[in-house]
């Protein structure tokens, strides 16, 4: 007896599902080449896929590598030849992956981003311009789309405030939730932290202008123009208040060693005899 033609159809169908699932596999452990390690010194960790990796001049840095330096420096290259630089006490994860961004209440068209998140510390980068992807940095506090870009970007733990400056080249930033946004060119720099409520809530934004040159704060409600050293909020699904003067939290000063005075003693300096 023959089989029938149902049949036939069943086991080609059977297949292409097996196959199906033998693709989706081999490309979940597919490993995306970001670039390599150009150079590094110092203390240098490397985390892939849950275990420390041997660092190796030039080695390969694939998606989803996480490094973590100390007291040194590390650097990757890019396969188009841009450059990151990772100055110490940082952690930052590298990958690329496909993104879809709302900004100013509009979300966009789906892209390739070659995404750097940072989770604590400083990087530099010379980064090129690229029509098949953007290149991204993520902190806590903002993302910034690079556009052909010399740039440095600080994520400081303590105060959760972002610093970013662009040198050279357009870097257009903007809150997680796309609210919030701002364009840099050479020159400028801007520090962002959210603010939030006594439970923890986001409740807005605090934009400051901290380099050279004015700067716009935009929002679906509205903008506002910062000149340098000023700053704005901008509340959740609000628009951002007038530009305010600001001043920088004074550094304390340097704490000279010595023995501590007993209240009300006090010390004559008698003058030196001539030589």
């Keep these: 007896m023959r089989p029938s033609l149902p049949f036939f159809k069943s086991v080609i169908i059977i297949c292409f599902i097996f196959l199906g699932f033998i693709l989706c596999e081999n490309r979940a452990f597919a490993q995306v080449n970001i670039g390599k390690l150009s150079a590094f010194r110092g203390e240098v960790k490397l985390e892939r896929q849950g275990s420390i990796t041997p660092l190796e001049l030039n080695m390969t840095i694939v998606a989803r590598d996480k490094i973590s330096v100390e007291e ?12 990151l630089t990772i100055k110490p006490y940082t952690d930052i994860t590298l990958d690329q992956v496909k993104k879809k961004r709302k900004i100013l209440g ?9 995404l750097v998140s940072i989770f604590k510390g400083r990087v530099s980068g010379i980064i090129k311009k690229r029509r098949d992807l953007v290149t991204e940095f993520e902190t806590p506090t903002l993302v910034a789309a690079v556009r052909g870009t010399t740039l440095d970007i600080e994520f400081n733990e303590e105060t959760g405030t ?52 004015d700067v716009t704060v935009r929002s679906p409600e509205g903008e506002t123009t910062l000149p340098e050293g000023t700053g704005t909020s901008v509340p959740s699904e609000g628009a951002p208040g007038p530009a305010e003067p600001y001043e920088p939290p004074e550094r304390p000063g340097m704490e000279v060693p010595g023995e501590e005075l007993p209240p009300g003693l006090e010390i004559t300096l008698e003058p030196g005899s001539a030589i």
Excluded: C
């Design 72 to 83: 040194g420096m590390a650097e990757i290259q890019y396969d188009d030849g841009s450059t």
């Design 106 to 114: 509009l979300w966009g068209k789906t892209y390739l981003s070659r």
């Design 162 to 213: 972002t610093t970013i400056s662009s040198d050279v080249g357009v870097v257009d930033v903007f809150t997680h939730d796309g609210w919030t946004f701002v364009t840099l060119s050479d020159g400028n720099s801007v520090a962002i932290r959210l603010d939030k409520d006594e439970d923890g809530n986001v409740i807005g934004t605090t934009i400051t202008n901290t380099g050279t040159g």
